[in-house]
């Protein structure tokens, strides 16, 4: 039972906190923005080289999109592991040996010419960074002041945006001239000296304690707990939807740019994750909007404005569809950095376990229908792609109106 294994008291000191305006939330934030960037470039840099593999490996599109599919498929189940046995294991030594390791995983990636091996080294790396996500947003949730949580949040989201943006923009430029095993090695070798850069600069856990050997009853009792909460569990099934319209969306633009009346370069397709830089600035001003807005209400609106976006990329006219692109990315970070801070604020205790489960369903988005939207494509084209999604997002706001 819960009662067996003592949770870690945070200190009562009110300096014990990292607050913004401090040298410590300074190096926080930087360190926070390396780790986003890191795990999220080597989680998402095969996207934009999934025509690639179709073309090296003589494969499906549907067969392709596992590069990225078994990745966040792993990580989704690694993240709930880690959540527990993060209890167990001081925070930062965890999240910066998942980075290593992943980042010496994806330089390895570059010397295989078997597309079954490098989906089994892609499915080791996605396991291996579910170490960051859910202990990220637990150490933020534990460490920075209550008041500058969702702005800290937004910072770490950010990270992951402009990592997510890089990795897929240096792809399609590397391989443009190079190849995707060059590409590969040097964003791995990039990606190791932020996992040295993040080491630095994370302050020490102040308001954690590991617990050693805790039962497995103890985390069973958490993810039940969690689970039984109706206000948490609306945000894992939101948290399936959105990034189900995310990836789903990203994935397939890339062949549907590359074939007629198209016909766009590996280096002209990946200028269109430049959107990313829409979702690096939107997920720092989420905490803002909310302020402002409502909490319920700037989510309905990015909601909606997701769903516009889906719309306007059904024009034939590459000008709207790089607008629609925008538009969903823009409103994707703004519901993803509310609906993350929120879970750190229903979790009353256990909060690694609360956003590891957070994480699981989002990453299941990400891995299920983001390798099914495969099949639409095949069969449907580009508007039974855009019907998925449109789908998605509109459960998602039924979701949140919900909502008290």
């Not at 995983?105 to 079954?116: D, G, Y």
């Not at 060059?182 to 102040?206: D, E, I, Q, R, T």
């Not at 699981?360 to 099949?375: K, P």
Request: aromatic share 12%; glycine share 8%; charged share 5%.
């Amino acid at each position: 039972m819960e009662s067996s294994t003592p949770q870690p008291r945070p200190h009562t000191d009110a300096t014990s906190w990292v607050t913004r305006g401090t040298p410590a939330y300074q190096h926080a934030t930087l360190a926070l923005f390396l780790l986003g960037f890191a795990s999220f470039s080597l989680i998402y840099c095969v996207q934009p080289l999934l025509p690639e593999f179709t073309t090296s490996f003589a494969i499906s599109p549907a067969n392709s999109a596992l590069a990225l599919s078994l990745t966040t498929g792993f990580l989704a189940f690694s993240i709930v592991l880690s959540g527990a046995f993060s209890q167990g294991l001081a925070r930062k030594h965890l999240m910066f040996g998942s980075m290593l390791i992943a980042a010496l995983l994806n330089i390895a990636c570059a010397f295989i010419s078997n597309w079954p091996l490098l989906l089994s080294i892609r499915a080791i790396e996605g396991f291996v960074l579910g170490g960051v996500p859910a202990i990220a947003m637990a150490w933020i949730a534990e460490e920075i002041h209550p008041a500058d949580l969702s702005k800290s949040m937004g910072v770490y989201i950010a990270g992951t945006a402009f990592g997510g943006m890089i990795g897929r923009v240096g792809m399609g430029l590397v391989v443009e001239h190079f190849s995707w095993h060059v590409a590969m090695a040097a964003l791995g070798g990039l990606c190791v000296l932020a996992a040295l850069g993040f080491m630095y600069l994370l302050p020490a856990s102040k308001h954690f304690r590991p617990q050693r050997g805790s039962p497995l009853q103890f985390h069973l009792h958490a993810w039940r707990q969690h689970l039984a909460n109706p206000r948490l569990l609306n945000l894992y099934a939101f948290a399936f939807l959105i990034m189900s319209v995310f990836v789903t969306t990203f994935n397939y633009v890339t062949f549907r740019l590359s074939q007629s009346p198209f016909d766009l370069s590996p280096t002209q397709i990946s200028l269109i994750f430049l959107c990313y830089s829409l979702g690096i600035m939107s997920s720092s001003l989420a905490g803002n909007f909310s302020q402002r807005l409502g909490s319920k209400t700037a989510v309905l609106i990015s909601l909606a404005l997701m769903l516009f976006g889906l719309i306007t990329t059904l024009s034939n006219q590459l000008l709207w569809i790089v607008v629609g692109i925008a538009l969903m990315t823009f409103g994707f970070f703004v519901a993803h950095a509310l609906a993350s801070s929120y879970v750190g604020l229903e979790a009353k205790s256990t909060k690694a376990h609360a956003t590891s489960l957070y994480l699981l369903f989002y990453y299941l988005g990400s891995s299920v229908t983001g390798s099914a939207g495969g099949w639409f494509w095949q069969h449907g084209g580009w508007s039974a792609v855009i019907a998925l999604c449109g789908t998605a997002t509109l459960v998602a706001i039924l979701l949140i109106q919900k909502r008290r």
